[in-house]
């Protein structure tokens, strides 16, 4: 069995909380945002394999696989009643727990400014930077190959809303760890989720369900949050009007407010 990825317990007398990073990003991006939560939930960030702190990921290791590590942590510290956030890619991990794992040890789902399809089709309009295609698709796995320094500083300076110039002390800490991600992990993760496709799947996720996305999104500039709300069965969304793809970022607050509402409201449902 793999090492267990590297995980932070800001342990509390509530429910769980498990907060999972995006493509090239790390529990550092929850960092300011958590302790907003408090003593009152029990609180745990994770690094995907080959960001941050976790170990390398060894040859052939899938975003499927990234589950499985999200599993290890869950059974290693044998979490209950857990609400799994997902941000971005790590929103696509946790659909793969769920799919994998069921909901024995979840209770509830939080889906941060994702897309169950991240490839422009016709007739799909909910594509990554509302266009993404194959063309550019390669484009950005070559980049992610050859020069992953300009791929990941692209990528931090795009999770900002539209419009807006996030201070250089705000993108500094973010930037330094995303700048640790592997080729390997970025690959494997960016050409599992690349594949998958969830449009006609995830109306299977029948756990409550809270989507949040950022109204100034460039990653997801499209209305795909309501997409989702009509494809899940329990699910609700928030709109972060200032925020684009990092609402617990540049929206700290309300994020945490409406997090808390949700863990609470459905606690026992």
Same mark, same amino acid.
Do not use: C
């Given at each position: 069995m793999l090492e267990v990825i590297h995980h932070v317990r800001r342990p509390g007398v509530g429910p769980t909380v498990l907060f999972v990073p995006g493509l090239g990003m790390t529990s550092r991006c929850f960092a300011d945002m958590a302790p907003g939560l408090g003593p009152d939930y029990d609180v745990i960030t994770v690094d995907l394999r080959g960001h941050g702190d976790s170990p390398e990921p060894p040859l052939g290791w899938t975003l499927e696989d990234a589950?499985?590590?999200?599993?290890?942590?869950?059974?290693?510290?044998?979490?209950?009643?857990?609400?799994?956030?997902?941000?971005?890619?790590?929103?696509?991990?946790? =659909?793969? =727990? +769920?799919?994998? =794992?069921?909901?024995d040890r979840v209770s509830r789902l939080v889906s941060v400014e994702m897309s169950p399809h991240l490839l422009r089709e016709e007739g799909w309009e909910h594509a990554a930077f509302g266009g993404l295609d194959a063309v550019g698709a390669l484009q950005a796995t070559q980049q992610q190959w050859t020069d992953p320094d300009t791929y990941l500083t692209a990528l931090i300076e795009n999770c900002f809303a539209s419009g807006s110039e996030p201070e250089p002390a705000a993108l500094r800490p973010l930037l330094a760890e995303s700048l640790k991600t592997s080729r390997l992990a970025l690959l494997a993760l960016w050409s599992g989720v690349l594949t998958q496709d969830w449009r006609e799947r995830?109306?299977?996720?029948? +756990?409550?369900?809270?989507?949040?996305?950022?109204?100034?999104?460039?990653? /997801?500039?499209?209305?795909?949050?309501?997409?989702?709300?009509?494809? +899940?069965?329990?699910?609700?969304?928030?709109?972060?009007?200032?925020?684009?793809?990092?609402?617990?970022?540049?929206?700290?607050?309300? /994020?945490?407010?409406?997090?808390?509402?949700?863990?609470?409201?459905t606690a026992g449902a």
């Open positions: 589950a499985t590590d999200l599993a290890q942590v869950v059974e290693q510290l044998d979490l209950h009643d857990v609400t799994l956030v997902g941000w971005s890619l790590g929103a696509t991990v946790t =659909y793969n =727990y +769920l799919d994998r =794992y069921g909901t995830i109306g299977a996720l029948t +756990l409550p369900t809270l989507l949040l996305h950022g109204a100034k999104s460039r990653i /997801f500039p499209t209305e795909v949050g309501k997409w989702l709300l009509g494809a +899940l069965p329990d699910a609700r969304l928030e709109m972060f009007p200032e925020s684009g793809h990092a609402p617990f970022l540049e929206e700290p607050d309300r /994020f945490v407010r409406v997090l808390r509402d949700f863990v609470d409201g």
